[in-house]
């Protein structure tokens, strides 16, 4: 890992667990051991920093949306890939969704949070055109905004959470019940 990642790295754990605004460079460079010069020479700002650190997130989320428009044929058929797919993204990136659920209001001007916002936004849209009923968007709606949140909430180290593995299962399941019940009760049946 070069001294880049590691500051990236350091960077999503503190804005993760002390809010960007409670967090300064200097409290980052102290974490990987590095001085202050150091990682501006990195990056320019603060701000240069979590665009850097919360790119790889927006990416993913990203290719993930460019995914769903192959849905659109067979949506029963596509939705645990998609389900499985969306859960294990956030989870990959779990630090980054933390900082996007938990500060996004604070930091609304930020370009990664700008971004953040159209993804959900497209995320929403998608989601509005291609639910067969309300009913099933709200579910939906609440599930992956749920997962969200409850990712968010992990990265809190001061309670005891299930192992990742557990969560993961416990997301999937809940969502497909929320997205599919008629085709996981179907199933429940067989």
Same mark, same amino acid.
């Given at each position: 890992?070069?001294?880049?990642?590691?500051?990236?790295?350091?960077?999503?754990?503190?804005?993760?667990?002390?809010?960007?605004?409670?967090?300064?460079?200097?409290?980052?460079?102290?974490?990987?051991?590095?001085?202050?010069?150091?990682?501006?020479?990195?990056? *320019?700002? #603060?701000? %240069?920093?979590?665009? +850097?650190?919360?790119?790889?997130?927006? !990416?993913? &989320?990203? =290719?993930?949306?460019? /995914?769903?428009?192959?849905?659109? *044929?067979? #949506?029963? %058929?596509?939705?645990? +890939?998609?389900?499985?797919?969306?859960? !294990?993204? &956030?989870? =990959?990136?779990?630090? /980054?969704?933390?900082?996007?659920?938990?500060?996004?209001? %604070?930091?609304?001007?930020?370009?990664?949070?700008?971004?953040?916002?159209?993804?959900?936004?497209?995320?929403?849209?998608?989601?509005?055109?291609?639910?067969?009923?309300?009913?099933?968007?709200?579910?939906?709606?609440?599930?992956?905004?749920?997962?969200?949140?409850?990712?968010?909430?992990?990265?809190?180290?001061?309670?005891?959470?299930?192992?990742?593995?557990?969560?993961?299962?416990?997301?999937?399941?809940?969502?497909?019940?929320?997205?599919?019940?008629?085709?996981?009760?179907?199933?429940?049946?067989?």
């Amino acid at each position: 890992m070069t001294t880049r990642d590691e500051i990236l790295q350091a960077a999503l754990e503190r804005f993760a667990r002390y809010g960007y605004l409670g967090s300064s460079i200097q409290q980052i460079a102290d974490d990987v051991g590095t001085s202050k010069s150091s990682v501006l020479y990195h990056f *320019d700002s #603060k701000e %240069a920093l979590l665009e +850097a650190a919360m790119q790889p997130t927006m !990416d993913a &989320l990203s =290719a993930l949306i460019d /995914a769903l428009p192959a849905a659109k *044929d067979d #949506k029963v %058929a596509a939705a645990p +890939a998609l389900v499985t797919r969306f859960v !294990d993204t &956030l989870m =990959a990136h779990s630090a /980054a969704v933390s900082i996007f659920v938990t500060q996004r209001g %604070a930091l609304q001007e930020v370009p990664a949070i700008v971004r953040g916002n159209a993804i959900v936004d497209t995320i929403a849209s998608t989601l509005v055109l291609e639910a067969p009923t309300t009913r099933s968007l709200t579910r939906l709606s609440i599930g992956l905004a749920g997962v969200a949140f409850i990712l968010a909430d992990a990265v809190d180290t001061t309670h005891e959470h299930p192992s990742p593995e557990e969560m993961r299962e416990i997301f999937i399941d809940t969502l497909l019940e929320l997205c599919m019940p008629e085709a996981v009760a179907a199933g429940e049946d067989a």
